[in-house]
Every structure is written in structure tokens, then in C-alpha cells.
């Protein structure tokens, strides 16, 4: 079945690069999703990439896709204090419209 | 901006009640879902609707659950008799088409006692 899963914690200072991996079982996955989620809050739709990509940059965010080794990376370069967040990593397969979630990496900015 | 909104944003029931989680999607989405967070577990998909219709569910949504669009604007999910394990974040989401990105609420936070 589909199963995703994430590093737990990452502590970085500020103004570092932060790298966050997340490696998936389905190869059928169509979409990958990079959510945050800060305190109290919902789930905030960060970027996202279609899996006949390798790479997608937004911003100060940069998302790498191996589809081979089933392994997707979120980079932000320049963290910031206001970053510190949970994120998560989740895929989408190509039957259906459900997003299977990976437990969360908690992001730690240290400035 | 438009946002996925949630009602209420804590829930506080006894076990056996029933209870009704409110969701409104962002208006010109067709889709929409739930999905639910254990307290330090994985965020889990419930079930997923379009065209007043449940187009997938998954292993939890069993009998105890259903999901309904009454209005224009609402999507509701119930829990009709509520169980322990039911504390969790639920979270309603919605996307424009089936291929769409899902657009989460802030959730609502359910206890049951």
C-alpha cells in the first residue's frame, strides 16, 4: 500500500539552508505535496510537483523530485525565524483523489 | 484570498453522542473531503465527495460516519455515535477539479469523554 514517510525534527539557524526529505512507496504517485502547518493552525498548501518533473523552484522554495529512488526534498533557502513549522510531505496516486500523509518533519529556526 | 472555513474550532462531546463537524469549501470547488489527525499520529484520509456523492472513503469511515453537502455552501461531516478513539483534528479540504490542489480548513478539534 501507499506509505510516506519523514525525518521527525530538523533544527537549523537562521538565515541556513533547510533541506526536508520525505521518500514514498506508490510509484503510480501523479502529484507531491509539500503542506506547513504552524501552531493551532490548518494545513497550508505550499507548493507541489507533478512527478514527470525533477525540480520546481518558487521563491525561496526549492522542491527535487527522484522518481527513481522515490525520494522528494523541500529546500528553503534564507530560513527564517517565521518558518519554524511542521511540514509535510503527501502524494497522490494516479487512481483516486485521496492524499496520503507522511508524519511530519517539526522544523526548528534558531536565530 | 479564499479560504476553507471550519466550524466550531473545538469540539467537546461524551461518548454515545452525536456530533456534527461544519465545513464551508471555497466557493467554486467542486470536491471536497475530510480528513482527520490523532494526536501525534499521520493525518489520515476519510472520505471524498463530488456531485452529492461519496467518491472514496477509506477503512475509517465506516457506518458510524456520513458526510453531506445540505446547502449551497456546507459540507457537513457526522459522527453518529461517538467513540473514545474519535478525538482527533478533523480536517475538511476542497480542490476545483479532481486533479486540483486540496485546500485544507483550520480544522476542528474534537474530544470526546
Known amino acids: 500500500g501507499e506509505d510516506v514517510e519523514q525525518s521527525l525534527f530538523l533544527s537549523v539557524r537562521e538565515g541556513d539552508s533547510s533541506v526536508i526529505n520525505c521518500t514514498y512507496t506508490?510509484?503510480?504517485?501523479?502529484?507531491l505535496y509539500w503542506y506547513k502547518q504552524e501552531p493551532g493552525a490548518g494545513l497550508q498548501l505550499l507548493t507541489y510537483?507533478?512527478?514527470?518533473?525533477d525540480m520546481k523552484q518558487d521563491q525561496r522554495l526549492t522542491v527535487l523530485l527522484n522518481k527513481k529512488d522515490k525520494h522528494l526534498s523541500l529546500r528553503i533557502a534564507d530560513t527564517q525565524t517565521g518558518d519554524s513549522a511542521i511540514y509535510f510531505c503527501?502524494?497522490?496516486?494516479?487512481?483516486?483523489?485521496?492524499?496520503?500523509f507522511g508524519a511530519g518533519t517539526i522544523l526548528r529556526v534558531k536565530s | 484570498e479564499p479560504e476553507v472555513t471550519q466550524t466550531p474550532s473545538h469540539q467537546v462531546t461524551q461518548m454515545g453522542q452525536e456530533v456534527i463537524l461544519r465545513c464551508v469549501p471555497i466557493?467554486?470547488?467542486?470536491?471536497f473531503y475530510w480528513y482527520r489527525q490523532i494526536l501525534g499520529q499521520k493525518v489520515e484520509f476519510l472520505v471524498s465527495?463530488?456531485?452529492?456523492?461519496?467518491?472514496?472513503k477509506s477503512e475509517i469511515f465506516d457506518d458510524q460516519f456520513s458526510v453531506e453537502r445540505p446547502d449551497g455552501s456546507n459540507f457537513t461531516l457526522k459522527i453518529r455515535s461517538t467513540k473514545l478513539e474519535d478525538s482527533a483534528m478533523y480536517f475538511c479540504?476542497?480542490?476545483?477539479?479532481?486533479?486540483?490542489?486540496?485546500?485544507f480548513g483550520p480544522g476542528t478539534r474534537l474530544t470526546v469523554t
Open positions: 479540504a476542497s480542490s476545483d477539479d479532481n486533479q486540483g490542489e486540496q485546500y
Open positions: 506508490d510509484s503510480s504517485s501523479t502529484y
Open positions: 510537483i507533478f512527478s514527470n518533473m
Open positions: 503527501a502524494e497522490r496516486t494516479e487512481y483516486g483523489n485521496k492524499l496520503v
Open positions: 466557493s467554486n470547488h467542486l470536491y
Open positions: 465527495f463530488y456531485n452529492n456523492e461519496i467518491s472514496e
